[in-house]
């Protein structure tokens, strides 16, 4: 059946579970679970509901309840400079990792994914990437809608820093599996 998101407001498909759990699928927030107490709750306020947005969008199978969700709140509740990152790296993954891959974006529908609270914001963000040499914007469309593209700059940043991430995942695990041993 089909209802308001609880986050976005917007109309979409959702599945009730007798545990007290709701499954929505919206094409804004994601695929998520929240508990029908906190859903209608009062104590979610417009502002925590962006950035919850931004946590179900970016973390699959996110289950929502009142004891958990401002904990959600804050884990995306970055300082700009490292969503800003984020959202190379989103913009990275949408252009399938080319440079000056043109890139059609809903201020409205992609603010989430790319780790922007609201529509306003992510025009800033996306302001903040052009200056800084990251992105280009190619069109504005006469509704919400802008085509970007990432540099060849902000390309090579974002392959070195995900090189980076795996590295450092890879250092974590022999040193998980040394102390193993020694522990043997
Ligand atoms: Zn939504």
Same mark, same amino acid.
């Given at each position: 059946m089909s209802e308001n998101c609880p986050l976005c407001n917007r109309k979409v498909h959702v599945d009730r579970f007798q545990s007290g759990l709701s499954n929505y699928d919206c094409p804004r927030?994601?695929?998520f679970g929240i508990s029908r107490t906190l859903a209608h709750s009062v104590i979610l306020n417009a502002e925590d509901k962006q950035w919850l947005s931004i946590y179900t969008r970016s973390t699959p199978d996110a289950k929502l309840e009142t004891s958990n969700y401002t904990e959600a709140v804050e884990?995306?509740?970055l300082?700009?400079?490292q969503r800003l990152q984020k959202m190379i790296t989103a913009l990275y993954d949408l252009a399938g990792g080319g440079a000056g891959v +043109?890139? +059609?974006l809903s201020r409205l529908e992609h603010a989430p994914l790319c780790w922007a609270p609201s529509p306003e914001e992510m025009n800033a963000m996306l302001k903040a990437l052009e200056i800084q040499g990251f992105l280009e914007v190619k069109a504005e469309r006469p509704d919400d809608g802008v085509i970007v593209a990432l540099t060849a700059g902000a390309v090579v940043a974002e392959q070195a820093r995900s090189q980076e991430e795996e590295e450092e995942r890879q250092r974590q695990q022999s040193r998980g599996t040394l102390g193993f041993q020694r522990r043997q």
């Open positions: 927030c994601g695929r884990s995306v509740r300082p700009l400079g +043109e890139i +059609e």
